[in-house]
Nanobody, 126 residues
Framework: QLPLAESGGGLVQPGGSLRLSCVAS????????AGWFRQAPGKEREGVAC????????YYTDSVKGRFSIARDNAKDTLYLQMNSLKPEDTAVYYC???????????????????WGQGTQVTVSS
């Protein structure tokens, strides 16, 4: 069993919304910075958003700024990604990940995150 488990993916029309959730099952998420990544077919996995351990700082990749919002509920060991105004280019497998530090890693590279989920498919299509 992976330490993180995503849910909430699915098929949505362009312009629609989805909320992804990620639950930590083997550790207390509040000691970790956490992020969302995505991987489209034939492309490398890329960072989408990151949030510090206390939720005070967030970072977004340029392509999702103003449309996606990352949040966390440490009491529930849960991470969220609210995705609005979805576009076909948002289609990908979305992964949550945790980094054992208070703030998001400076470069937010994949190697900075030690715990991963199995991914959830998001498809944006009419």
């Amino acid at each position: 069993q992976l330490p993180l488990a995503e849910s909430g993916g699915g098929l949505v029309q362009p312009g629609g919304s989805l909320r992804l959730s990620c639950v930590a099952s083997k550790f207390a998420l509040d000691y970790y910075a956490a992020g969302w990544f995505r991987q489209a077919p034939g492309k490398e996995r890329e960072g989408v958003a990151c949030i510090s351990s206390n939720g005070g700082t967030t970072y977004y990749t340029d392509s999702v700024k103003g449309r996606f919002s990352i949040a966390r509920d440490n009491a529930k060991d849960t991470l969220y990604l609210q995705m609005n105004s979805l576009k076909p280019e948002d289609t990908a497998v979305y992964y949550c990940a945790a980094a054992m530090q208070w703030d998001c890693p400076v470069k937010r590279a994949l190697a900075d995150f030690s715990s991963w989920g199995q991914g959830t498919q998001v498809t944006v299509s009419s």
